[in-house]
């Protein structure tokens, strides 16, 4: 998540929330909060940076609480779908996870993967928040 964050300045004392769920719980997020009754790998919930911010844009209107804290937000991945996405992809679990964790935090920076060039953008920035 850090090497996910750095090249957009955010600070080492910022703070992620990180979870990991059951299928089950995923699904109900999905479908709580983008309609989607399925499960999926990782859902992302952040501070509102306003339409179409991103990236540096996005990291520049995040905003510290009271005492100095950034809270970035909290990214919830689903263990399960992990395992299965590891083993389609011939990669160790934990390869996986860290992926989907890089993935996570690029969302709470504004990135989107609902797009064709926005997904494989995504693919690009995680892979290179993997190689540090």
Do not use: W
């Amino acid at each position: 998540m850090r090497a996910a964050l750095r090249p957009y300045g955010v600070t080492r004392d910022a703070e992620v929330v990180l979870a990991f769920v059951d299928d089950a719980a995923m699904r109900e997020l999905n479908r709580r909060y983008r309609g989607k009754d399925r499960t999926t790998d990782v859902l992302s919930f952040g501070q509102s940076l306003g339409r179409g911010a991103r990236g540096l844009h996005a990291a520049a209107l995040l905003k510290r609480e009271a005492d100095g804290t950034l809270e970035l937000g909290d990214v919830v991945i689903s263990g399960a779908q992990a395992a299965r996405q590891a083993i389609r992809r011939r990669r160790p679990l934990a390869t996986e996870v860290a992926f989907l964790a890089a993935h996570g935090a690029l969302h709470l920076l504004g990135y989107e993967d609902d797009t064709s060039a926005g997904y494989r953008e995504m693919l690009r920035l995680g892979r290179a928040a993997l190689k540090g």
